[in-house]
C-alpha cells in the first residue's frame, strides 16, 4: 500500500475516483478540451466564443483546460466566469467530476469515466485525409483510447457524412453506440468564415495593404506521441518560398509544437499559441499542406490550395490515406519547383468555383450557422433528425474476452468459433494489445479474425480509492463479507463504465477462463447472461502452475453457466469446485469446442 501511495499514476486515479464518486455535478459549469490542453482551439473554443454571447449561458463557469494561463487570448484574461486548470492537476480532476457539460476534440485520459447525469460532446478535430481508428497502420491499436472515448460521449458532431462513418464504424462502434451522432458542420469553421478578427491578424503579422498571405500547414510524420518534426525539409520550402511576392507564414501541427517553439525553430511563424488555427485562416490566400485536415476547412472560401506531397508513397504506405489526391480531383507538387510554377500560375490561382465537385462530401452544411447547430443540439436537444446517425437493427451482440491469441488450441477452437457463428451474431472482442502485438504468432491469429469482428482495445488500469485498493491488492483471493463485497462490486462496475461506457450487450462470454482481471470484470458486468469457459480441469491447472485461479473459483457463482469443453472435464469440474467454492451444480455445463 506505501509503494501504491508513491505511484504518482496510482494517487492520480485514486484521487479522481474519489471525485468520481464524491463530488455532486454542477449544472451551470462546462469543462472544455483542445489538443490535450495544448491549445484554446478549435471546435470547443468556437463553441466556447458562441456561449460567451448567449445570455442564457450568462450564470455558466467556463473551464478551460490549458498547459499555462500564457496560451489564454488576451481578450479573456478578465473574465470572472473563465477558471484556466493544468490537464491532470488537482483541480482538473475535480472539474472533470464535478462539470455536468464536457467539451474536447481529442480524447480525455484513460482514467477519465462519464458520470451519470454527465453531458459529453466530443467534436472531433476535422475531415481526415489520413486513415483513422482500425485503420492507423503506424502502432498496434493506436486508436484505443480514442474509441473509449467515443463510447463514453453522449454526443458526437460531424461536418459530413464521410466523418460520421469514420468516427463511428472505422472506430469500431457503430452497433454498440448508444449516444446521438448528428452532421451539423463544425463551430471551427464558422470561424474561417467570419471577418471579425481579420484586421487584428493582419496587424499582428505586419501583413501590407494588398498584400497576399501564403501559409504553409503540412501534418505531422510519426505516430501519436511520437511526432517527427521535419524541420530541414520546413526551412528548406520556407527559404525558397521567402524570394515570392507573399507574406509567407508556417502553422505546424499541434504535436509538433514542442519543436517548433524551441528558440532556433521560429520561423516565419505563426505558431503562437494565442492565435486560433481557423481565425488565421480567415485572412489566408493561399494555403500549402499536405494530408491534413486544415484543406478541408479552407476549402468553403474557395480559394487556391496547394498539395505539397514529397514523400506521398511512403506516407501512404506507412500511414495510409482514405483517398488520394487524383481520386479528388487535386493536383499535388513532390518537389519545391512544382510548388513554385503553380504559385506563379495565374489561371490556377485566380480559379472560380475550384471545389464545387467536393462540397457535397465534404463541406456541405458550413454556412456560417455550424456553432448555432451544435449548441441547439448538445444544450437542448433540438436538432433536425434526418441529419442524426441511425444505428441499424443488428443481430444479438455477443461481448468476448479471447485471451492473448496464443498458438493453442484455445486459439483454434475460438477461430472456428467465430467462423461458425459471425453470421448469426456480432462479436465484440475485448484485447490486450500489449499482450499481443510483441509476438509474432500471435499477431498471426489476432488478424485472421480481426476483419470478422469488432476489436475493443483495453486501455488504462482499473480505478480505485485508498480503501478499494486495499481490498483488492494482492491475487483478490477469497471470501468477503457483506460489505468488502458491497466495496468490491461497486469499484468493478465502475470498471465496467469505464471500458464500455453504456453500450448493451446481449452476454459475455469469457472465453480464456484464466485472467484475473478479465474474470472480475465479466463476472461483475450488467448483465444478465454472463458464461466462463473451463478450458481444462481446473482445480488441477491451479494446483499445477496458475496460482491465480483460486481467485477465479470464487467468481465461478457469479456466472450464469461454467463451460467446459468436455463431458469428462465438466464432471470433475463439477466435483471439485462445485461444494468448495458455493457454486450450485446446475452451473457446470457441456459445450463441445468448434472443430
Avoid at 457503430?174 to 478578427?197: F, H, M, P, V, W
Avoid at 499535388?332 to 462540397?359: M, P, Q
Wanted: glycine fraction near 6%; charge should be positive; aromatic fraction near 16%.
Amino acid at each position: 500500500m506505501i509503494h501504491s501511495l508513491k505511484n504518482q499514476s496510482f494517487k492520480q486515479r485514486a484521487l479522481y475516483t474519489h471525485y468520481y464518486e464524491t463530488l455532486p455535478l454542477n449544472d451551470k459549469t462546462i469543462l472544455y478540451e483542445s489538443f490535450h490542453g495544448r491549445l484554446m482551439s478549435c471546435n470547443p473554443y468556437a463553441i466556447f466564443k458562441f456561449l460567451l454571447n448567449d445570455e442564457r449561458f450568462k450564470d455558466f463557469t467556463h473551464i478551460w483546460v490549458i498547459e499555462s494561463s500564457d496560451y489564454i487570448k488576451r481578450e479573456y484574461w478578465r473574465l470572472k466566469n473563465l477558471i484556466c486548470v493544468k490537464r491532470g492537476s488537482n483541480l482538473y480532476l475535480r472539474y472533470l467530476a464535478s462539470a455536468k457539460y464536457l467539451i474536447n476534440n481529442t480524447t480525455f485520459p484513460y482514467y477519465f469515466i462519464r458520470k451519470e447525469g454527465q453531458f459529453y460532446l466530443n467534436t472531433w478535430h476535422g475531415t481526415a485525409m489520413k486513415s483513422l481508428g482500425k485503420y492507423i497502420k503506424t502502432t498496434f491499436l493506436e486508436h484505443s483510447n480514442t474509441q473509449r472515448n467515443f463510447l463514453q460521449t453522449t454526443h458526437i458532431i460531424n461536418p459530413n457524412a464521410f466523418m460520421q462513418k469514420v468516427l463511428l464504424e472505422d472506430y469500431g462502434i457503430s452497433k454498440i453506440y448508444c449516444g446521438k451522432a448528428l452532421l451539423s458542420g463544425y463551430a471551427r469553421i464558422d470561424l474561417t468564415l467570419q471577418e471579425t478578427n481579420k484586421q487584428r491578424l493582419r496587424e499582428h503579422f505586419g501583413i501590407k495593404e494588398g498584400e497576399k498571405v501564403l501559409l504553409y500547414a503540412p501534418t505531422y510524420r510519426g505516430f501519436f506521441g511520437q511526432a517527427e518534426f521535419e524541420y530541414a525539409t520546413i526551412t528548406r520550402l520556407l527559404q525558397e518560398l521567402s524570394v515570392m511576392s507573399f507574406k509567407i507564414l508556417f502553422k505546424g501541427h499541434y504535436e509538433t509544437l514542442k519543436y517548433i517553439e524551441k528558440e532556433d525553430l521560429r520561423i516565419c511563424d505563426a505558431n503562437d499559441r494565442e492565435i486560433d488555427t481557423n481565425e488565421l485562416l480567415s485572412i489566408v490566400d493561399i494555403l500549402i499542406t499536405d494530408y491534413s485536415s486544415i484543406a478541408f476547412d479552407f476549402m468553403p472560401l474557395d480559394r487556391p490550395i496547394l498539395y505539397y506531397a514529397y514523400d506521398y508513397a511512403q506516407y501512404k504506405k506507412e500511414r495510409g490515406v482514405y483517398f488520394g489526391f487524383e481520386e479528388l480531383g487535386l493536383k499535388y507538387c513532390k518537389s519545391i519547383e512544382e510548388v513554385k510554377v503553380l504559385l506563379g500560375d495565374t489561371k490556377f490561382l485566380s480559379a472560380k468555383n475550384r471545389y464545387t465537385h467536393l462540397k457535397e462530401r465534404f463541406f456541405p452544411l458550413e454556412d456560417g450557422n455550424s456553432t448555432q447547430r451544435i449548441v441547439d443540439f448538445f444544450f437542448f436537444d433540438r436538432y433536425d433528425s434526418s441529419k442524426l446517425y441511425q444505428v441499424q437493427p443488428q443481430k444479438p451482440k455477443i461481448l468476448m474476452f479471447q485471451g492473448h491469441f496464443m498458438p493453442n488450441g484455445i486459439g483454434s477452437a475460438f477461430k472456428n468459433l467465430i467462423a461458425h457463428l459471425r453470421q448469426e451474431y456480432d462479436f465484440f472482442v475485448s484485447v490486450n494489445g500489449g499482450q499481443i502485438a510483441p509476438y509474432p504468432e500471435r499477431l498471426a491469429i489476432f488478424d485472421s479474425i480481426r476483419d470478422k469482428v469488432e476489436i475493443l482495445p483495453a486501455v488504462g488500469t482499473l480505478n480505485l480509492d485508498i480503501q478499494e485498493k486495499w481490498l483488492l491488492g494482492g491475487e483478490f483471493v477469497g471470501e468477503r463479507n457483506n460489505e468488502q463485497e458491497s466495496l468490491v462490486q461497486k469499484a468493478w462496475e465502475r470498471e465496467w463504465r469505464r471500458v464500455y461506457g453504456e453500450c448493451e450487450f446481449d452476454c459475455c462470454i469469457n472465453y480464456e477462463g484464466y485472467s484475473l482481471y478479465w474474470a472480475f470484470l465479466y463476472a461483475y458486468a450488467p448483465l444478465k447472461r454472463k458464461y466462463i469457459f473451463l478450458h481444462n480441469t481446473m482445480q488441477g491447472e491451479f494446483y499445477k502452475r496458475f496460482p491465480q485461479l483460486e481467485g477465479i473459483f470464487y467468481l465461478y457463482k457469479r456466472f450464469s453457466k461454467l463451460l467446459s469443453v468436455s463431458e469428462a472435464t465438466n464432471a470433475q469440474n463439477r466435483e471439485d469446485l462445485s461444494d468448495k467454492y458455493g457454486i450450485t451444480k446446475d452451473r457446470f455445463c457441456t459445450l463441445h469446442n468448434f472443430i
